[in-house]
Structure formats: C-alpha cells, structure tokens
C-alpha cells in the first residue's frame, strides 16, 4: 500500500496536468464566444490557437514550479517507507 506522501506526490502531479488544460479548453470556449461575430473557421481558429497557448505556457510554467516539491515529497515518501521496513 502507498503511503499519504507517495498519494500527495501522484495528486499533485496530476494536478499540474490537468490545471493548465481545463484553463485551456475555458478560453477556448470564451473565444469561440467572443469571435462569433468573424465566421466560424476564424473563431476556431483563434480559439484553438489562444487555448493551446495557454495550454502549453501554462503546463510549463506549472511543471517548473512544482517540480521541485514533487521531488521533495517524493523524497520524503522514501524516507518513510525506509523507516517502515
């Protein structure tokens, strides 16, 4: 069985997946909406292209952020399981 640590860890892991690609798929919606007006190629277009943006900038900045506490609690897990045993 994992330990909270090793759990935390894969949680915030996940996180920083999945946080930049929710904001992502937000603003693509909230393009789409706003460039109505412009036909529906271009609105797709725009919004697939800001969303994906975002995406991208947001996963990287979001990995180099957390990386290092991700390696802490992985650390820590180790630690743990080392004085289980």
């Known amino acids: 069985m994992k330990n909270k640590t090793r759990l935390k860890a894969e949680a915030l892991e996940t ?3 999945m946080v930049p690609l929710i904001g992502s798929m937000i603003l693509a919606i909230v393009t ?3 460039t ?6 271009a609105s797709f ?7 994906m943006s975002v995406c991208c900038v ?5 990995r180099a952020a ?7 609690l992985r650390a820590a897990a180790d630690q743990e399981t080392e004085a289980g045993r």
Request: net charge negative; aromatic share 10%.
């Open 58 to 62: 947001g996963f990287v900045a979001m």
């Open 36 to 41: 109505e007006p412009l036909g529906m190629g």
């Open 45 to 51: 277009l725009l919004a697939f292209g800001a969303s």
């Open 66 to 72: 957390y990386t290092p506490v991700v390696i802490a």
């Open 15 to 17: 996180a920083i997946g």
């Open 32 to 34: 789409v909406d706003a």
